[in-house]
């Protein structure tokens, strides 16, 4: 019960911080990635401040042996290359680029209740639901390859 | 694009709600020993495993949706802009996204937040090539065609 407190806690900050930050407007997250046009920064300022607070945040983190609600720290691994993470990052990228949602920011505007984002959502579980069939993703297979 | 663009404000807004993201990856790493990645996290809810643990995923998916309306409740505006593309590129998209994110093991936030702070040489990767295959999708459909 403590961890779904928790999850809830760290959910409302993070959808907090998506949506004061402009990643829940696709506009704002499409004119970051159009670099030959009238290009704004706010990703930058988002992820040059997250990236250094969790790095920093970690660190305090990990002075610990185990989590806080016990259990233990599920890491992916940090190295090694496969055409899965390279050819998937890039599908994804595609996907981001033509739209302006990766999958924090399209959750969080489900909160407006639009049609189209209900509908985009529905395709990302879709394709998400379809790759785990596919490649039989189990909780061993996740934790070789890394599940981030 | 409106002229504010490159003013402090919304700059320093983004960067405040960017240490809020932060926050919120190390509440889920150091309570809970996980890493706060979205297509992660939604993907563990889905076939064909069922997860004994679906019920701490979907209150982080609900913290999410709370969270743009807590900001309302102080702002008076739901902080949530409008898709900018008709309803094929969405679904198209959606499917991208959901397929890619699966293969890769992650997306913005699991690679591009927790996997840079964890100094991975998997997220790195990761990160340049989505960010590239982004830009160049952008770059095609609105200065290309």
Known sequence: ?148 | MPMDTWSLEPLLVSAAGGVLIGLSAVLMMAFSGRIAGVSGIVGGLLPPVPVPDWAWRIAFAAGLLIGPWLVALLTAELPIGRPTVGWMPLLAAGLLVGVGTSLGNGCTSGHGVCGLARLSMRSLVAVAIFMATAAGTVFVLRHAV
């Open chain 1, 1 to 148: 019960m403590r961890s779904v407190i928790a999850a809830l806690a760290a959910g409302i900050v993070f959808g907090v911080g998506l949506s004061i930050s402009g990643m829940t407007d696709p506009a704002i997250v499409l004119a970051f990635l159009d670099i030959a046009g009238e290009w704004n920064p706010r990703l930058a300022f988002v992820m040059g401040a997250a990236v250094p607070t969790t790095f920093l945040g970690y660190r305090w983190a990990f002075r610990r042996s185990a989590p806080i609600l016990g259990g233990t720290f599920s890491l992916p691994p940090t190295h090694g290359l496969d055409r899965a993470l390279i050819g998937g990052a890039a599908l994804f990228g595609m996907g981001w680029g033509l739209a302006g949602y990766c999958p924090g920011p399209a959750i969080a505007s489900l909160s407006a209740g639009r049609a189209e984002v209900i509908g985009f959502v529905a395709a990302m579980l879709v394709g998400m639901t379809a790759v785990r069939v596919l490649f039989r993703l189990r909780p061993q297979a996740r934790s070789r390859t890394g599940q981030a």
